[in-house]
């Protein structure tokens, strides 16, 4: 049985987790699964792991009592002219996580984006912002931790959140 977690720093070896919840976190949606090559190469999700771990980024990896990774939040500086879902301006990194699904609702991703904010403000960025479909679940852990919408899109929205 499941029972318990750890968080860690993510390190450059993380990579290959990340690209695994990258596409956990693209594929949220029940049924809505697209291949692991398709959300890695799409330039639309790319821009969150290629290159990783550049100076400016930062992430937190959950990793259950047998020493496997389940989870994990991370951030970038992406620029304005290649700017992520959840840009909102340059100084300002934005967040991305991802949970395995067996471990969703059991206090991993709370734990995760608890951290990542500390993480963020103690690296001294004053807001950190993601980006999150509007039918998500994950929209009200988003809330309950600070988060709010500054932009509305067509589907998603960016939300923003304070580190201090």
């Known amino acids: 049985m499941l029972t318990g977690f750890s968080i860690r720093r993510a390190t450059q070896p993380d990579a290959v987790f990340l690209g695994d919840m990258l596409v956990e976190a693209a594929n ?3 049924g809505g699964v697209r291949p692991r090559h398709e959300v890695l190469t799409s330039a639309d999700h790319r821009r ?7 100076a400016a980024d930062e992430g937190l990896i959950a990793v ?7 989870g994990a939040a991370w951030y970038r500086m992406l620029p304005q002219n290649e700017p992520g879902f959840g840009y909102v ?7 991305i996580i991802g949970v ?3 471990w ?18 103690a690296q001294g960025y004053a ?7 509007r039918d998500n679940f994950a929209r009200n852990l988003y809330r309950s931790e600070g988060f709010n919408v500054t932009a509305e899109g067509l589907m998603r929205d960016t939300m923003v ?4």
């Open 89 to 95: 301006g340059a100084g300002v990194p934005e967040l």
């Open 28 to 30: 949220w949606r029940a």
């Open 64 to 70: 259950g009592d047998d020493g496997v990774p389940v």
């Open 104 to 121: 969703r609702a059991r206090g991993v991703g709370r734990s995760l984006l608890r951290g990542i904010v500390e993480l963020a403000s």
């Open 127 to 133: 807001r950190i912002s993601l980006s999150v479909e």
């Open 48 to 54: 969150y792991l290629a290159g990783w771990k550049r």
């Open 100 to 102: 395995h699904p067996l």
């Open 161 to 164: 959140r304070r580190t201090g």
